[in-house]
């Protein structure tokens, strides 16, 4: 049961994490003509996770988790970026 809570946790942080390092190097290639607010795509990943562990796995324990994840990364990327 512990490990399929890590992994949930581990696989809800790593993919936001490198959409945000695609969408910087994307931005640093394109010379900042992508913009600050792309940098919540990040999330998006996250979101079908959430739609993964409830509907398909019926998994609600690591579902609240996806989703209580993608909220605190959606309130962290709102601070880093859009200051």
């Given at each position: 049961?512990?490990?399929?809570?890590?992994?949930?946790v581990l696989l809800s942080i790593i993919l936001p994490v490198?959409?945000?390092?695609?969408?910087?190097?994307?931005?640093?290639y394109m010379s900042g003509e992508i913009g600050k607010k792309a940098?919540?795509?990040?999330?998006i990943?996250?979101?079908?996770?959430?739609r993964y562990y409830f509907i398909k796995r019926k998994d609600d324990l690591?579902?609240?988790?996806?989703l209580l994840i993608t909220f605190a990364v959606?309130?962290?990327l709102y601070f880093l970026f859009m200051k």
């Open positions: 049961m512990k490990s399929k809570v890590f992994s949930s490198v959409i945000v390092v695609i969408v910087y190097l994307l931005n640093d940098y919540f795509i990040s999330v990943p996250n979101l079908m996770l959430v690591r579902g609240r988790l996806a959606g309130i962290c």
